[in-house]
């Protein structure tokens, strides 16, 4: 609950994802611009080719570059899809939008944070399944487009999350990069058992 007595069924949002045309300019308006870095690039997001993905119920293989930064405490994720795949990061661009697609929650209680957002009238729109987790990461549509989707995020990647965080605060330049989000993973020994 807030000062204002407001009260979220999913608490803080603690990620603002922007979706790109170009990673890199991104990373460039953030840092220079904004004052907002400095950013994890990850060349080829989650690798080449990246795990099955479910959209709208349908398989696909989306291909990004992604990059990480935060201000403040909250995460900042740019998403550039580089392949013509069906995703939610497609839809927005055909909707001639660029910008904030959605805002990410790292969730407690993962089934029950996705009963009460489908409760709310959001419609499960893309699903991340995680090779060994139970529980996918979710997005979900906005009811009649009043807002951007929410992202739930399973409460074992709050891990990967710290890890994004402390590494970038011991970074003296604008942009760490890797070449996938399992490189980084794996030298920052993020596990997930």
Not at 6 to 28: K, N
Not at 69 to 78: A, H, S
Not at 89 to 99: A, K, P, S, T, V
Request: include cysteine; charge should be negative.
């Amino acid at each position: 609950m807030s000062g204002n007595g407001i009260t979220s069924i999913l608490g803080p949002a603690t990620q603002l994802g922007f979706v790109v045309r170009d990673v890199e300019a991104a990373i460039g308006h953030w840092v220079n611009v904004l004052g907002v870095g400095p950013f994890l690039y990850l060349e080829n997001g989650t690798g080449r080719p990246p795990s099955t993905s479910f959209h709208r119920g349908k398989p696909v293989t989306v291909e990004t570059r992604l990059a990480f930064g935060f201000m403040g405490d909250v995460q900042i994720e740019l998403i550039e899809q580089v392949n013509d795949a069906s995703s939610p990061y497609r839809d927005f661009f055909h909707q001639g939008r660029e910008g904030l697609q959605h805002l990410g929650f790292w969730v407690d209680d993962h089934v029950e944070a996705c009963r009460r957002v489908e409760k709310a009238g959001y419609q499960r729109d893309y699903e991340i399944p995680i090779s060994g987790q139970p529980d996918p990461i979710v997005y979900y549509s906005s009811p009649a487009l009043l807002g951007p989707m929410l992202e739930l995020v399973p409460t074992v990647w709050r891990r990967s999350r710290a890890a994004v965080k402390a590494h970038l605060d011991g970074v003296n330049a604008p942009v760490s990069r890797f070449g996938t989000y399992g490189e980084f993973l794996a030298e920052a020994g993020v596990t997930f058992d």
